[in-house]
C-alpha cells in the first residue's frame, strides 16, 4: 500500500488514511468542502476534499480510516492532497492489504500500564494530607479517561494516552526544578502537575475522532477543572484551605498569560512553574512531531504551536 512519502505535487494518488481535525466551510461560491488532515500510519498530509456531496459528508467522520484518491497538490511550498473520491475502508480491505486499524493511530511513547505505575508512585511522594487527598479522589473518579485522553485537540499530544504523557513528561522536568530550587513546595508542584489539564477529560471527546464537547465548546478544560476541584473540595471539606486555594489558583494560570487564554496570571512561585513547565513541554512536543522529518539544512513545515513559523534543521553532524 502506497505511502504519502512515496507520491510528489501532481502525481495522481490512492491512500488509505485516518481523517482527523475534520472541518466543514464554505467557498467563495458559497458550496461546502472539507478542510482535514489525513494520516497514512506515518506522516500526516494538508487534505481538501473540494466536492462534498450530501452522501459523502454523512461518512466524514473524525477518527475514521478511508480510501482517498486524488491529486497531490503544492500548496505555499507544502504537499496538499486534494481528494476527489473517497469511501470507508471495510474490514476485508484492511486484512487483504496486512493493515491494522491500530497502525492509523498515534499512541504515546509509554504504555498505559507504565503511565499508570509512574504517576501513581508521584502520587505516592505527595506528602500533604489535604493535596494528597484531593488528587487521589479526583483521578480515581476520572481513572480510565486520565490514562486514555488525548492533551489536545491538534497542537501537541494529540494520540491515545496524550494527556497522562504529558503529565509523566512535566513531574520528571520538575524534578530537576525542585533539585535546583528547594523553596519550592513539592507537594503542591506534584498536585498542581497532575491536577492541571484534568479539565481535558470533560472539554475533548475522546482519544478517536477528538472533537470539543458542547461543555469544552461553552467553557474551557480551565474553568471545567476548576469546577472539578472546588466541588471535590467541597465533598471533602476543604473548600476554606490554603491548599485547594493554591491548587485552584494553579488551574486558572497555568496558561501564564491572559492572552493565552488564563484567567489569572502566576502569583505563586509553583503556579509560576507550571505554567513553564506546561508550555516548554507542549512546544518541544510539537516540534518532536514534525524535526525528525525534515532533512538537514532545510526548513519544517510551519507550526502551529510557534505561530506557524518554520524551523531550520542545521547541517551539523
Known amino acids: 500500500m502506497s505511502k504519502i512519502k512515496d507520491y510528489s505535487p501532481g502525481d495522481k494518488a490512492t491512500l488509505v488514511l485516518r481523517f482527523s481535525d475534520v472541518q466543514i466551510r464554505k467557498t467563495t461560491a458559497n458550496q461546502d468542502y472539507a478542510s ?3 494520516y497514512d500510519g506515518k506522516d500526516f498530509i494538508e487534505t481538501k476534499i473540494w466536492s462534498l456531496a450530501d452522501d459523502k459528508k454523512e461518512i466524514l467522520k473524525n477518527g475514521e480510516i478511508y480510501c482517498a484518491s486524488g491529486t497531490m497538490k503544492d ?8 481528494v476527489s ?3 470507508l475502508v471495510t474490514e476485508e480491505e484492511m486484512k487483504e492489504n496486512d493493515l491494522s486499524r491500530d497502525d492509523f493511530y498515534e499512541y504515546a511513547k509509554l504504555d498505559v500500564e507504565t503511565l499508570e505505575d509512574i504517576i501513581t508512585e508521584y502520587v505516592e511522594r505527595i506528602e500533604n494530607k489535604i493535596l494528597k487527598e484531593m488528587v487521589v479522589a479526583l483521578i480515581k473518579e476520572h481513572y480510565n479517561e486520565y490514562f486514555l485522553h488525548p492533551a489536545a485537540l491538534s497542537i501537541h499530544h494529540n494520540y491515545y494516552s496524550g494527556l497522562a504523557y504529558h503529565v509523566y513528561s512535566m513531574l520528571t522536568l520538575s524534578d530537576a526544578y525542585l533539585r535546583l530550587y528547594p523553596f519550592l513546595n513539592k507537594d503542591l508542584v506534584y498536585a498542581g502537575i497532575i491536577l492541571h489539564d484534568i479539565g481535558k477529560l470533560i472539554e475533548l471527546s475522546g482519544p478517536k475522532g477528538t472533537e470539543y464537547t458542547k461543555e469544552g465548546n461553552l467553557l ?3 474553568s471545567i ?4 476541584i472546588y466541588a471535590k473540595a467541597l465533598s471533602l471539606g476543604y473548600e476554606k484551605t490554603d491548599e485547594v486555594l493554591s491548587l485552584m489558583h494553579i488551574i486558572l494560570s497555568h496558561h501564564g498569560l491572559n492572552e493565552y487564554g488564563s484567567p489569572k496570571e502566576p502569583q505563586m512561585a509553583e503556579a509560576a512553574l507550571i505554567f513553564l513547565l506546561d508550555y516548554s513541554d507542549s512546544r518541544m512536543a510539537a516540534l518532536e512531531k514534525e524535526i525528525p522529518n525534515v532533512q538537514k ?3 519544517s513545515n510551519p507550526i502551529n504551536a510557534f505561530d506557524r513559523k518554520s524551523f531550520y534543521v542545521p547541517d551539523i553532524k
Not at 500548496?75 to 486534494?82: A, C, I, L, P, V
Not at 477543572?225 to 472539578?228: C, D, I, P, R
Request: charged letters at 15%; aromatic letters at 16%.
Open 36 to 38: 482535514l488532515l489525513g
Open 75 to 82: 500548496y505555499q511550498g507544502k504537499m496538499q492532497f486534494n
Open 85 to 87: 473520491d473517497f469511501r
Open 220 to 222: 474551557g478544560h480551565i
Open 225 to 228: 477543572a476548576s469546577n472539578l
Open 297 to 299: 539544512g532545510e526548513f
